[in-house]
Nanobody, 114 residues
Framework: QVQLVESGGGLVQAGGSLRLSCAAS????????MGWYRQAPGKQRELVAT???????NYGASVKGRFTISRDNAKNTVYLQMNSLKPEDTAVYYC????????WGQGTQVSVSS
């Protein structure tokens, strides 16, 4: 089992920045994809950004150029740097790790005021 713990959410004004962290309880060689998804009230959960085990990154169209995903393999941690935040970025952000199983974190709230 892999547990994912997110941190770094909060309230920020439009145009501001936040950095989210997702720490995995242990390193798992079976994890193929790790990254971030988000869900706004009344909307479906959507891709924000992911890393594959080969190092390929993938971003949702609405965050390209503003968000950056990175990782620290030594710490089993994935980060999401969010810049130029907009009110429409307001959502619960979830960390996800996909391998033999599909793991989700508990989510962290990001709220962007106009």
């Amino acid at each position: 089992q892999v547990q994912l713990v997110e941190s770094g959410g909060g309230l920020v004004q439009a145009g501001g920045s936040l950095r989210l962290s997702c720490a995995a309880s242990r390193r798992s060689i079976s994890i193929n994809v790790m990254g971030w998804y988000r869900q706004a009230p009344g909307k479906q959960r959507e891709l924000v950004a992911t890393f594959t085990s080969g190092g390929t990154t993938n971003y949702g169209a609405s965050v390209k150029g503003r968000f950056t995903i990175s990782r620290d393999n030594a710490k089993n941690t994935v980060y999401l740097q969010m810049n130029s935040l907009k009110p429409e970025d307001t959502a619960v952000y979830y960390c996800r790790a996909i391998g033999l199983n599909d793991y989700w974190g508990q989510g962290t709230q990001v709220s962007v005021s106009s």
